[in-house]
């Protein structure tokens, strides 16, 4: 029994450690920031010299995103009504992951998802 005990135990699987919705977050600030922007009169960044002046607002998107970790649609704002996507996990190309949509929606997609979905910005 005991033996059994220490077998399911140790069956490989953990327990989500406190980065487990790092990608959430991210996509809820990026959201937070694109609705901050135009309240102060300012465009979304265009490009990553342009990001560090807003990277404040978004202390844990900015550190992924410059770790190559999270796709930002550079240029792009929340857009009433569109499902594209404007930000996402890079690993959601292949594995899934977290997505914001143009519409403020943050959620979790397939990689199958992310394929068929729209990109914004993109024709």
């Known amino acids: 029994l005991l033996i ?43 490009k990553m010299a342009e990001f560090e002046a807003v990277e404040p607002m978004v202390p ?3 550190l992924l995103l410059k770790q190559k970790a999270i796709v930002y649609q550079w240029g792009q704002t929340l857009k009433e009504g569109s499902n594209a ?11 899934g992951g977290w ?3 143009q519409d403020g929606t943050v ?6 998802e992310f394929k068929a979905a729209p990109k914004a910005g993109k024709k």
């Open 4 to 46: 059994a005990a220490v077998v399911i135990g140790c069956s490989g699987t953990t327990t989500p450690g406190p980065t487990a919705n790092q990608g959430k977050l991210a996509m809820e600030e990026f959201s937070a920031m694109l609705k901050q922007l135009p309240l102060d009169k300012r465009q979304p960044p265009t």
């Open 60 to 62: 844990s998107a900015g």
């Open 85 to 95: 996507i404007l930000v996402y996990e890079v690993k959601a190309e292949t594995d």
């Open 99 to 101: 997505v914001l949509l």
């Open 107 to 112: 959620k979790k997609m397939t990689a199958d």
